[in-house]
């Protein structure tokens, strides 16, 4: 990519290869400045991204002041309110929080009810059939996507993503 025709992803690119070497010549006595911190809790941030799919990203500020250290409740309170994140934690608690659209799902999980070769369509009828393969009941069936409870796919119960399945 460095060497490639667009500027834009040459810089880029070059800009990750020049942050990962100077986060390798670090030593553990330099003392860090705020900002050193700063961009290192940025590239820790970004190589955690980078390996997830998030559905979004919500940053908060701990106080008005700009000042370390200080945690003001009710700011953050607000903030997150604002921000829906509290409300999304209701739906991804009480609600069917992993919805995926039929085609997705389907290509996703078709091992549940076919065999390998087969080629289902993405339909509902096809997701339903591997739900009931799967030994899954408590979902929901919109009109384009399969709604699942947040167990379905973190393996705490049987589920799409536990070995008992």
């Known amino acids: 990519m460095i060497s490639g025709t667009d500027s834009l992803l040459a810089d880029i690119f070059q800009y990750q290869e020049h942050t990962v070497e100077i986060d390798n010549t670090k030593s553990s006595k330099h003392k860090t400045s705020l900002a050193g911190g700063f961009k290192a809790s940025l590239v820790d941030l970004a190589k955690r991204l980078g390996g997830c799919e998030p559905h979004f990203i919500r940053c908060l500020k701990p106080n008005s002041q700009q000042k370390p250290v200080v945690w003001d409740h009710d700011l953050v309170q607000r903030q997150l309110l604002y921000s829906g994140v509290l409300e ?10 992993y919805r995926l659209p039929f085609n997705d799902f389907v ?6 009810a076919y065999n390998m070769s087969d080629t289902p369509p993405g339909t509902q ?3 339903q059939k591997i739900l009931q393969a799967a030994g899954i009941t408590d979902y929901r069936m919109g009109s384009t996507k399969v709604f699942l409870k947040y167990y379905h ?9 536990s070995p008992s399945v």
């Open 125 to 127: 009828d096809s997701s």
């Open 153 to 161: 796919v973190s393996g705490r119960r049987v589920g799409l993503n």
């Open 107 to 112: 290509n996703r999980h078709k091992v549940l």
């Open 88 to 97: 999304t934690v209701k739906i991804r608690k009480k609600g069917y929080s």
